[in-house]
């Protein structure tokens, strides 16, 4: 009789058998509106991933990698041969590419893996509010406590009071994500500095996600931290192929870090995945060879497709305050007599527009109730979207169109 346990109590006793960390590991609303968006088959201005080819000239070399056998386990040293000059150039940092450089599964898994490498149980983890949602979950699965400074809207500016009162002793390293997912804020020179004297003083590491490193607008230069007084050897960089190369399925990605650091994070890496995909390491070889006219036509044409984003979002009633600097998003506030929250919003956008976007309260991580948000002062966390603008000409174009066939005769979206 013990044998015939129904199916919900065997995954109900199951469930028991979670680790509590996986227990917090729910579904986001945002997968909800992505399947949503996807009954509604909208135009999906919502995932951070290009809908227009790679260059060719680097899948021609992953093709030939896969037709040369190039398809087993992999270490393709040339990656961190070229890393090493190209932080040179780009930063003046002298990288040893036998020891300082770790090559893994993307930004993702080099960043979690330098968390495992770092943190012990109860460490305190400083990371901006808004960020993007992977690290908050790296860090608590490595035992770490993630601890949240707010950059305050609209600019998103870094206030260094707050930042000094959010060290305590247990602290040990600070996340930076510049430019920065959602916001598009690049980090003023100053703002680093602010960062790295705190790391300096309270001998803490940086640990960065710097994948959105040649997506930068107007004068705005990217700036690694690294390249601060006295900082590369408390500076982890992470970073991958995955936007700069328009190959996020490709799975390749760096950690840069002192050599002690980098070698735990090669340990880390190679028990958990081994390595990274070999045919796609061997067209970063390729990749990361691309001329300066490749990066400088990316830039601009980026550059193009946030200018057409920002003039369509505030045709259409949005408040742009902080036109983005870099990486490939615009955090759009809702039009001051919108009712709709930022999911209610997207939910409408998706039925009515049919386009879909993200709602800004997934990247903030302030955990009070919405009616306590406002009265803390935080109300603004549910009154932005998040749009990408990593897609073609063409799907820019039919979101505009399908946003703009809602306008009423004040010109603004209409949503109800
Ligand atoms: C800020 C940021 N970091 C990292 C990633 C993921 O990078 P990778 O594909 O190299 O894992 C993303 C993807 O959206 C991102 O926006």
Redesign the pocket.
């Known amino acids: 009789m013990e044998d015939k346990v129904t199916t919900t109590e065997k995954s109900g006793d199951m469930e028991e058998k979670l680790s509590s960390v996986a227990k917090t590991l729910t579904p986001s609303p945002i997968q909800e509106l992505s399947h949503l968006a996807q009954r509604c088959n909208a135009i999906n201005l919502a995932e951070?991933f290009p809908d227009f080819p790679a260059p060719p000239h680097i899948k021609n070399a992953a093709v030939t990698a896969i037709n040369s056998d190039f398809n087993q386990y992999r270490h393709v040293q040339g990656i961190c041969d070229l890393l090493a000059n190209i932080v040179k150039q780009m930063h003046g940092l002298d990288v040893d590419p036998l020891t300082d450089i770790a090559i893994c599964c993307?930004?993702?898994e080099a960043f979690a893996a330098a968390m495992f490498a770092i943190i012990d149980q109860g460490d305190e983890v400083i990371l901006f509010d808004p960020s993007?949602e992977t690290y908050e979950v790296c860090i608590t699965m490595a035992g770490g406590v993630p601890v949240y400074v707010a950059l305050d809207p609209p600019h998103w500016t870094l206030d260094l009071d707050k930042l000094t009162k959010s060290f305590t002793v247990r602290t040990k390293a600070i996340v930076l994500?510049s430019p920065h997912?959602p916001t598009g804020k690049v980090f003023t020179k100053d703002e680093l500095e602010t960062i790295a004297e705190a790391c300096r003083t309270r001998d803490c590491l940086a640990v960065t996600?710097e994948?959105?490193e040649h997506v930068t607008f107007d004068k705005e230069k990217h700036i690694s931290i690294a390249s601060l007084p006295g900082m590369q050897k408390q500076t982890i960089i992470t970073s991958?192929l995955?936007k700069t190369f328009s190959v996020?399925g490709w799975r390749v990605?760096w950690a840069i870090a002192p050599a002690c650091i980098a070698s735990a994070i090669r340990n880390i890496h190679t028990k958990i995945t081994d390595s990274a995909p070999a045919p796609f390491q061997e067209a970063a070889l390729t990749a990361l060879r691309s001329s300066p006219e490749y990066f400088e036509l990316l830039r601009r044409d980026y550059e193009f497709k946030r200018d057409y984003v920002v003039k369509l979002l505030a045709g259409v009633g949005f408040k742009i305050k902080f036109k983005p600097q870099g990486s490939f998003f615009v955090f759009a506030e809702l039009p001051e007599d919108c009712l709709l929250s930022d999911v209610e919003f997207v939910k409408e956008l998706i039925k009515q527009a049919g386009v879909v976007a993200v709602p800004g309260s997934g990247f903030f991580h302030t955990k009070l109730p919405l009616d306590k948000l406002s009265e803390a002062g935080f109300g603004y966390q549910r009154r932005y979207i998040r749009f990408a603008f990593c897609k073609s000409n063409a799907t820019l174009t039919s979101a505009a169109q399908k946003m703009g066939g809602l306008v009423d005769a004040t010109g603004f979206l209409k949503l109800q």
């Open positions: 951070g993307g930004q993702s993007f994500n997912n996600d994948v959105y991958s995955s996020t990605g």
